[in-house]
């Protein structure tokens, strides 16, 4: 790509764009004070507790998204599992994310803080899986190499909707018993029924793993809308489905969202897999492509992204769903690690290219313009740092009567035009730390 595109515009990019208030948006804070001490009461229960006997070598697997104190958690794992006399270990259980290597799936982990200095265990990142069986229509269940030959398994993961399909069960520690710790190998065989089926395939799969193969308990988190966790459950295998399903309903119950419906231009600071497996999560912005009843509200005309993390390592899968982007996103995008994650889904489109705009400036201006029927400085444009932080967001001028109105809203600052910088670039937004990711 050359280093700047010169494209026609009629009229061009000198579009008035209205002025922006910081918004607070409330949600029910009920989280955990001590994760640890929850963590570590969780595995004292004798029914979990029970399932570990001294000596054992039990495998640990920690997936690829940005769970809160997802590394407090796995070291209070280790350390209790040490207690009942067992030798933990960790390994990656991701699918294909990590650009599909054994390398890559250890550096994600590191990403958030789970190396081996860190945990006092070895990491043991492997590709190789074996493979326990098949469903009845010829399905292989993968799993994870390392975690086949332990005495033990015990997955980690949070509980939340997720990003494709509507179920009682969708992601969690059922998804990643098949997906995250089938590997490649694994999350492509079952991709290949479509993740529409996943609401009845993914149980399935893991009643097969549990009879199958050493797992004995997962730790469940559910987390508020503020990117904190609320709820911490062990649960030992026999009741995995049952209750998944019961913390998959709190979560729900729990989750964000921007409460305005109609929204000309979204503009979404950043993307990232530690941030949603679409890199934005359809749940908040309303958007899924595909058709999928649940995923219309907000209903947004134009999204923008101006940046990925630095967590997602390059992998900008979900990239699809945006309208525009920055030359910065796309200067940053890996995609070796996007488009083996995208092949493995079969949802090619989630590694589609929008239109590429040089600077932040203009591609918030093209969104606006290109926004149907919407008045020259009247768009109706919500700005978030991602799709977990939305403690904080900011909001056009156009918009200030709704949030008078509603009682979930509150401005917290006078309308101020875009804060770009001399280069084009958008200022961060002035978010509201108490309960705001870092």
Known sequence: MSDRFEVPIAGGLDVPL????RVRQTFDPTRLDDVADVVRSEMRRPEIAGLVKPGEEIAIGCGSRGVANIAETAKTVVEELRRLGAEPFIFPAMGSHGGATALGQTGVLANYGITESAMGVPVRSSMDTVVIG????????HVDRHAHEADGIVLINRIKPHTTYRADIESGIVKMI????????GAT????????RFGDLLPRVAEHVIANAPFRFGVGLVENAYDETATVEAIPAPRLIERERVLQAEAKSRMGRIFFHDIDVLVIDRMGKEVSGAGFDPNITGRNNRGVEGFDDPLVNKIVVLDLTDAT?????GLGLADVITRRLFDRIDYGATWANVITSNYLDGGTVPIVMHTAREAVALGAKTALRVESGEARIVRIRDTLTLGTIMVSEPMLEEVRAHPSLEAI????????TPDG??????????????
């Open 178 to 185: 098949g997906i995250g710790m089938g590997k490649h190998a």
């Open 413 to 420: 600052g006078a309308p101020e035009p875009f804060a770009f």
């Open 134 to 141: 098949e469903l009845d229509d010829g399905t292989p269940v």
């Open 425 to 438: 670039r958008l200022e961060p937004i002035a978010l509201e730390m108490s309960h705001a990711a870092d």
């Open 313 to 317: 390592h390059g992998n900008a899968t």
């Open 18 to 21: 209205p002025r922006m208030a």
């Open 189 to 196: 065989a079952l991709h290949f029924h479509g993740m529409d």
